[in-house]
């Protein structure tokens, strides 16, 4: 199988994290990309930079590399392989999934390096 393509997103992101009852800020479904999670502990909430949240905690400076799919549900390791190259060059990671594909959130500092090692490896980043 060959390997994936990964596209950069122009945006710079923010990582909130509030407690696990409280309310969904509206403001956030009117972004054109946010990503949700809600647990027994927690409710974390990936934003744009240019939203600013009155989160517990925030990390911001995030870019995001998007696997061009749509992926099969059935397709096996790929996070688990492009895991593994950013791993190898020590490129901390946050991702989160859709139905149709996996988003790798990566520090700015570290976006060159993770784009050349995914290009070392075989993978083609546009």
């Given at each position: 199988?060959?390997k994936?393509?990964?596209?950069?997103?122009?945006?710079?992101?923010?990582i909130?994290?509030?407690?696990q009852?409280?309310?969904l800020?509206?403001?956030?479904?009117?972004q054109?990309?946010y990503?949700?999670?809600?647990?027994?502990?927690?409710l974390?909430i990936?934003?744009?930079?240019?939203?600013?949240?009155?989160s517990e905690?925030c990390?911001?400076?995030?870019?995001?590399?998007?696997v061009?799919?749509?992926?099969q549900?059935?397709?096996?390791?790929?996070?688990a392989?492009i895991?593994?190259v950013?791993?190898k060059?020590r490129?901390?990671?946050?991702?989160?999934?859709?139905?149709?594909?996996d988003y790798?959130?990566?520090?700015q500092?570290?976006?060159?390096?993770?784009?050349q090692a995914?290009?070392?490896?075989g993978?083609k980043?546009d």
């Amino acid at each position: 199988m060959s390997k994936q393509t990964l596209a950069v997103l122009p945006e710079s992101f923010s990582i909130h994290s509030f407690p696990q009852d409280a309310e969904l800020p509206a403001e956030v479904l009117t972004q054109p990309l946010y990503f949700i999670g809600r647990t027994r502990d927690e409710l974390s909430i990936v934003v744009p930079d240019t939203l600013s949240l009155t989160s517990e905690s925030c990390d911001a400076g995030w870019r995001i590399l998007e696997v061009l799919g749509p992926l099969q549900l059935s397709m096996v390791g790929i996070m688990a392989s492009i895991g593994s190259v950013l791993a190898k060059a020590r490129v901390s990671i946050f991702v989160v999934s859709t139905f149709e594909t996996d988003y790798f959130l990566v520090k700015q500092p570290d976006l060159e390096r993770a784009i050349q090692a995914l290009q070392q490896d075989g993978y083609k980043v546009d």
